[in-house]
């Protein structure tokens, strides 16, 4: 357990030797950290990379799914975890990204990369979501408690709009809303390229560009939670009263925190709605919505790589939980957070290391 | 030129007055210390002038500038410090971590490594940087506080019972701190109930009394003023 130790926690004063970013990326907002970690990190990485090699189509195709998810779970650690507002909103800008890349890409087709800009569009409309109810939400004052309820029902009503647009007169362009039913027939992710476009349906290819993204917002949310921003944010969660007496405007860093984490969640929503070519309000009612909070609380959302590790270990889970009933599965899951917030509050992995942690002490205590 | 003054200031709480008609006035490089039975509104008037709480009518003049209608963080960028009386520390995070959150508003880079590192011996915890701020004692909490407070170089620095909890020794080196940060021309506003640490380092004495500014004067005056004797007295007795 040596790459997770407690004691690095305190480790506190910036080494002058190091460069700006690796202090960073390897800054006190994070648990893991040190040399061993980053080794754990390279291999785990290089496992990532032979994996499509040694496994089948079924479960590649399967892996990168899973992927599909955990910007939606990192965002939720920023909002949540390191700026300490719960927002049940994440599977509303998941939605909003999903409905909108379909929008995009329905009416506008797939050639000369129409799908990027269909992705974008997507994440800068739950951005853009997330500006308008983050202003209302945190120069409203709301807060603790209220904050749950409302996006929550900000969610819930979204989701219950989308649900009543079965008919024909719910179009925007070509593309049909569908109600219940939900949109279909929008083209997968398709990169343009000079010898024919390569369209990037669940295989492979789609594994590799997911792991490169997942890689690249990991590494840049360690960046952004370690940075002046991130201490910020941090000093907001443990005591908003203190970091607005020195001198911060504490609803502008929320309101900050809150776009970039929802902007996440919608990226996942048109990784998703492109992976599958589909998206429905059962991606947003309470069910989903639910899902979210329990990954990120399970596996430690103080803590991306927590968030990101026990993101995918309840995701695998999940999926084989509901090979006995999608209902069955989802007590257990309520089961396992009332568990995990009981017992480790702080989440299942940053527990495990404050126990090691402690268990070290106690060793070299009596050595 | 004062560094704080207040004009007709009142504050009620569902009809319970804690501040009347309060009149109050301190100089640049003052040392002022202000004293009064609990409740009498002592910190309700520190929430008053940082903006924690909008007084029901009145200004607040910080080095006569009107910032009556600031916001709290504001006010706080303009100069002015606080040490609440209730302890405000990140106890999750390090020492260090807790005086970079406090410095990196106004300092980056080196500069702000050497602004921390100054106020981090100022307040002798050089040695405790790398520890849990909630780790710390009672006493060395009260201190990093001061110091974060400190750290910016503020105008006006206001403590809400700097030295509640502190042993002896500790209230005797907080005075000194105290008045070190005054010689290098600090102006410094202190709730303070130790009548002796007041006579260490007050230029003047406030006596606060439901809500209202009851005497003021020097140590001495205070002190022989029968009235406040009365009042103090009286709630002496309650508190024993
Ligand atoms: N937010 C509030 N709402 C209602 N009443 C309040 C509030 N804050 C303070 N009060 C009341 O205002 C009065 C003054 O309180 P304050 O805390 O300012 O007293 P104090 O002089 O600092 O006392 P102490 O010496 O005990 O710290 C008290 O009667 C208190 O109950
Ligand atoms: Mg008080």
Redesign the interface.
Known sequence: MGMLQREDLKASRPDGRMPGWLRLINGPQTLGRGPLFWIVFALTIGAAVVYPAFADAWSVGNTAYFFCWVFMALGLSLIWGYAGSLSFGQTAFFGLAGYTYGVVTINFGAAYGLTIVGVLLGVGMSCLGAAVLGYILFYGRISGVFLGIVTLSTTLVFATFMAQTAGSQWAIGDARLGGDNGMTGMPPLTIPWAGGDIALYSGVPLYYLLLAMLVICYLGLRVLVNSRFGNVLVAIRENPHRAEMLGYDIRRYQLIAFVIGSGLAGLSGVLYTAWGQYISPSNMDLAAAALPIIWVAVGGRKDLTATLVGTLVVLGIFQNLTIFGSYYAFVIMGLLLVIVVVFLPEGLIPGLVKFFGRFRKRKEGMS | MTILRTEKLYKHFDGVKVAQDVNFSMEHGEIRCLIGPNGAGKSTFFKLV?G?HQPSSGEIYFSDQKITKL???ER??QGIA?K?QVP??????????NM???V???LHGDSM?SAIDKALAFVRLTDK????AGELSHGEQQWLEIG?AVS?EPRLLLLDEPTAGMTPEETARTGEMIQELNRKGMSILAVEHDMEFVRQIAHKVTVLNFGEIFAEGTINEIEANEEVARIYLGTADDDE
């Open positions: 940082l924690e916001r709290s963080f706080v960028k606080v609440f405000g520390i990140f106890s999750e995070l390090s020492v260090w971590q970079q959150i406090a990196q508003n106004h490594t940087a790398g520890e849990l974060m910016t």
